[in-house]
């Protein structure tokens, strides 16, 4: 009975989260790497695409493998008028053979190196859209983020509104208003309703698009997204080009086809060369015993070689030169992506900071100074000693001033997932220090 009683209060214990759910109908909070791990196992583009670089992968083997050998039989110098007869000439013959055909010396390696140079770049490709796809997923959640945060101000900003309400129809209501205070404060809520409706079908938007790259039913719901500290990159600017150069899968990529363009240059080179064919030919002959002719019939075989006459050197040098254009193509490619990589990640590293500082300055000044501020308008209008529309400009200060605050560090988020995908991976990160409140 004892151990009924705990089966059960296990069970309970499992299914009262999702009862919860359920119940409240709000999904619980949303995890990041969970969702980045889903989006990479799930998305059907990166399974497709693991399928292609095994078919190129199975294709190295292939590079590498002779050609079938081939056999051949045949009636040799039958005669015309004894068409089934073996043994009326002395020429014919039954023949069996096998020939091969042998590319030139280093061809076949080569072949196989090419192959493999075309796999490895396709691997990165498949690395590198790993990493987009991953941004992708993070980009969307900090749009979540300040979307809902946005959604929370206007929320407490519709409360704002129904008190400026209350203390106007009280101020009017003694002679001490005008009846505009009223009429301006239900516009400015009508306002926020308005904006409160766009928010929330941008939210929809964002979930299914998230949704969408984690391959699941659109419709599935997103839980709310946690508060986060800003870490901060703990590489410098030249160890995160150092870095990117090192882990970026589109610049390995580029280097597997700047290989493969010089394995390319190196096979057409040997085109120059002549490929072969060896031969083998056994003869089986019958014994004839006429009076015109005795021939004991004895077998014979034939063993040869042939080679094709590299003479059209034109078409030659014109392979050369298609694969030297090749390699140059895949390393002007590496050389504009390595000067772009350096380019934004010092870009990203001053949009970092700048919103660092921004997020910095809101909390620990502007947002405490604008609600001190509105507070004192609201006190001031109480008493008549300033009018409505100073009451309204500090509701707006403070409403874009925390807008502005959730957008910097939604933004900042998003640069920095923009920055690991721009140097190939993770980076490790330090926590800033949080900054005190300067308001008085």
Known sequence: MKRLYTFALLVLLAVSPTVAWAEGGKP???????????????????????????????RIKQASALEDPMFMFKLQNMVAKYPLSFDKDTMTAKVIGVSQQLPFWGKRAIKQELAQYEADSYKWTIDERKLELARMVKETYYQIYAVDRFLQIIDKN???????????????????????DIYKAGLEKSKMLDMQITLKQQRKSLEANLNSLLYR???????????????????????????????????????????????????????YYPDFNVSFEYMLREAINTEMTKDPGDNMFTVGVTFNLPFQRERRRAMVAEAASETNMSLEELNGLRNNITYSINDILAQLERRQKLVELYKGGIIPQAEQSLESA?????????????L?????????????LYESQAEYMMKLAQLEALVGGELPLKTAEPVASTAK
Do not use: C, H
């Open 28 to 58: 619980p909070a949303e995890d990041l790497s969970r969702l980045v791990s889903t989006a990479l196992d799930n998305n059907p583009e990166l399974k497709s695409s693991q399928a292609r670089w095994q078919m190129y992968s199975n």
């Open 158 to 180: 519709l409360q704002i509104m129904d008190d400026f309400i209350t203390i106007a129809e009280s101020k009017y209501s003694v002679g001490q208003g005008g009846q505009q």
């Open 217 to 271: 039913p659109v419709t599935t719901p997103i839980g709310p997204i946690p508060d986060f500290e800003l870490p901060q990159p703990a590489l410098s600017a030249e160890q995160l080009k150092e870095t990117a150069f090192a882990k970026r899968p589109q610049i390995k990529s580029l280097i597997s086809l700047a290989n493969k363009g010089d394995a390319s240059r190196r096979l057409a080179e040997k085109e």
């Open 378 to 390: 609201i006190i001031s209008y109480r008493v008549n000693k300033v009018d409505f529309l100073s």
């Open 392 to 404: 309204l400009d500090g509701r707006v200060n403070l409403f874009n001033y925390e807008r502005e």
